[in-house]
């Protein structure tokens, strides 16, 4: 099983985008989606997730209020609408999914089926 990201790009700053991430399949446990992304030189970090019903939403404090996470109407995509975009905001997103439980949802550990990353570029 795959997750399929895409819609990165090049765009100002101040600027949009939109992220979409699709599971090519059934992946066991799946219960949330989370956001993540990594600059060159830098670790990767969380980003936002939630859960497949669409509640409880959760964003880093560097993103909170920019971006949006969203589940799609047929609950088989996960969105993230990054507006307001910042050059800090330049990476590499990548989806995951979630199938461990007992950690903050922020942990990478929970996630274990990763997408392939799509380039996030903003210009100032």
């Known amino acids: 099983v795959q997750l399929q990201a895409s819609g990165g790009g090049l765009v100002q700053a101040g600027g949009s985008l939109r992220l979409s991430c699709t599971p090519s399949g059934y992946i066991f446990n799946n219960y949330a989606m989370g956001w993540f992304r990594q600059a060159p030189g830098k670790e990767r970090e969380w980003v936002a997730a939630?859960?497949?019903?669409?509640?409880?939403?959760n964003y880093d404090a560097s993103v909170q209020g920019r971006f949006t996470i969203s589940v799609g109407n047929y609950k088989n995509t996960v969105y993230l609408q990054m507006d307001s975009l910042k050059p800090e905001d330049m990476a590499v997103y990548y989806c995951?999914?979630?199938?461990?439980?007992?950690?903050?949802?922020?942990?990478?550990?929970?996630?274990?089926?990763w997408g392939q990353g799509t380039q996030v570029t903003v210009s100032s």
């Open positions: 995951a999914a979630a199938t461990r439980n007992g950690l903050p949802i922020s942990d990478d550990s929970l996630y274990s089926v």
């Open positions: 939630i859960s497949w019903s669409g509640d409880n939403p």
